[in-house]
């Protein structure tokens, strides 16, 4: 038999790197709090709507993919997907009449852009032609890698690359020397919200996230974000791991330096190795006991670290179908993005908000009642730390009448609040009790520069041997591809450790 391999957490990291050591002889063991599998990437179900409860925009689909496909299985058993074409719809609240479909398809896309602003057009291919230099260095040389010594990264070749990738700027001020309609900036710089940080902080490299869309698409999985998570605990159970629920492990036991196993329910549980999905600010707090394990990550240095923004989410069960909304991913703009970017990561009760909707059941109507649609909606939000207001009840009734006042301007929405059925919130406080996300911050770690690359925590302990991490808060960063590498990374990191085995990152 294998060695065994303790897993603390069933989020997409945790189950992602699982299934690669499960494939690869190890014996694994998963332990999760909650009584799913998925972490952020579960599902909420109430009279008979079913909601993804956090992610919902598939992009980089060949790395969902991979998972299946390293274990021999046909990806399309698991997790059929089919491209979206538009991808979104966005709506600008002065403009609520006239919204803009944003098509990954080049004609159509380019349509759009010129009819948002003709003049920018130029600098919209400009803007794809740099980043997309950017996004290849990072690919093959940075966010695939792990960085175990500082040699890995300050090293003369490792530099060069680096120094291309022109970190320094800001996304807002990058994206500024391209596009001058700010409603078009605006639609391409906010993406670095999907990594919870402001585009005005954001390192300029994170706006290749709209690239990766505008040039590989995005895609939805039958059922939801949620099949992702289901078939990787599948196939992970085909492999022979065994997964336990509703186990909150309580702590790593550390000896001379080594993790041994974890305490959960009050019992030891031995095991060769450890990999934690925790999310890794709170599991250096609170699940690392051993002061040298902690190594530079003490107590005071985990509240000093910068963290992501948080979301507050309402799901809603619907009375109808909304023939009117044909999309499946729309975003709501304030006019005044800029105030909301700023009070969002100020801590400023949010008055102007932009917010993002996403009707599931447009493609499958399984994930409804018949004849009824439901509406995820997600607004970012100030994390636990950052917030200077309470998270209440009225703070809820306040954001969620601000929302559906937001959307009645929209055609089709007028009535919205009137078709209720069932609903269900969630806010920065559920995100922390629920999957132990430090500071209720979505996202994790924020992606600035001192917090990125070789300086965010990587995969393997620098002060622990056998215990290694993964998931948004450790490199590569967020999002469900770039976790889905940080479980590639993991596992290798732990079968180089184990086995001796290099592993190529010179990219070549
Ligand atoms: C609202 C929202 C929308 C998002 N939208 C997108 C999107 O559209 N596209 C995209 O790609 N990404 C999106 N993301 C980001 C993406 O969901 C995350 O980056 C990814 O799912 C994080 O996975 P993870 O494995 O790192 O962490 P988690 O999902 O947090 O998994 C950690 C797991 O560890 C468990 N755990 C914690 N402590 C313990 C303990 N003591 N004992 C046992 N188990 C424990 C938790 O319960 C959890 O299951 C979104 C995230 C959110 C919250």
């Known amino acids: 038999m294998g060695k065994k391999v303790i897993v603390i957490g069933a989020g997409v990291a945790g189950l992602a790197a699982a299934i690669r050591l499960q494939h690869d002889g190890y014996q694994v063991e998963i332990y999760e709090k909650e009584s799913l599998p998925g972490g952020k990437m579960n599902r909420i179900e109430t009279g008979g709507y079913k909601f993804d409860l956090g992610p919902t925009i598939v992009m980089m689909p060949e790395l969902y993919r991979e998972i299946f496909e390293l274990c021999g299985r046909n990806p399309d058993d698991y997790i059929p997907m089919e491209r979206l074409d538009p991808m979104y719809r966005v709506y600008y609240s002065d403009i609520p009449e006239e919204p803009f479909d944003i098509s990954s398809d080049l004609v159509e896309l380019a349509k ?37 010594k ?4 300050y090293n003369v070749a490792m530099l060069k690359k680096a120094l291309k990738l022109k970190t320094l700027d800001t996304a807002d001020h990058f994206m500024s020397k391209y596009i001058k309609n700010e409603r078009l900036k605006q639609m391409i710089s906010f993406q670095t919200l999907y990594i919870g940080i402001s585009p005005f902080k954001s390192p300029s490299f994170y706006t290749m996230i709209p690239m990766l869309q505008f040039l590989y698409g995005v895609w939805f999985i039958k059922g939801g974000m949620y099949t992702m998570a289901q078939s990787m605990e599948k196939l992970f159970k085909e492999l022979g791991g065994t997964i336990l629920y509703n186990k909150s492990v309580q702590e790593i036991c550390i000896q001379n330096r080594k993790a041994t196993g974890i305490i959960v329910d009050g019992q030891n549980v031995s095991a060769d190795f450890v990999v934690c999905n925790a999310d ?13 394990a902690k190594g530079k990550y003490t107590d005071k240095k985990i509240d000093k670290m910068k963290y992501s923004c948080s979301c507050f989410l ?3 069960g619907m009375n109808r179908k909304y023939e009117e909304i044909e999309h499946v ?53 100030s994390n636990l730390a950052t917030a200077k207001y309470p998270w209440n009840e009225e703070t ?8 559906l006042n937001t959307l009645k301007k929209i055609r089709g929405f007028e009535h919205i609040d009137q078709e209720i059925v069932t609903e269900t919130c969630i806010t920065p406080l559920d995100f922390e009790s629920k999957f132990n996300a430090y500071n209720g911050a979505t996202f994790g770690l924020m992606p600035v520069l001192a917090q990125s690359n070789h300086m965010r925590p990587q995969s393997k302990a620098k002060d622990c041997e056998q215990l290694y991490f993964t998931g948004s808060s450790t490199h590569p960063g967020a999002g469900v591809p770039i976790v889905l590498l940080s479980a590639r990374i993991t596992a290798q990191e732990l079968i180089h450790d184990d086995q001796g085995i290099v592993y190529d990152y010179s990219g070549k």
Not at 280 to 292: G, R
């Open 280 to 292: 890794f600010p709170y599991a250096m707090k609170n699940l690392v006991k051993d002061h040298t």
């Open 150 to 153: 500082s040699r890995d990264f």
């Open 329 to 381: 991913h729309h975003f709501i703009f304030n006019e005044d993005l800029r105030k909301n970017l700023h009070d969002i990561f100020a801590g400023n009760k949010l008055t102007n908000a932009s917010f993002y909707v996403y009707i599931a059941s447009k493609m499958d109507a399984s994930l409804t009642p018949d004849g009824k649609d439901g509406l995820y909606i997600l607004m970012p939000v």
């Open 314 to 316: 309402l799901y809603l």
């Open 396 to 403: 809820i009734r306040e954001y969620r009448s601000y929302i």
């Open 112 to 148: 759009t852009i010129e009819r948002i602003s003709e003049e920018d057009m130029e600098g919209f291919f400009l803007y794809l032609n740099e980043i997309y230099k950017r996004f290849m260095v990072a690919k093959n040389s940075i966010i695939q890698r792990p960085f175990r």
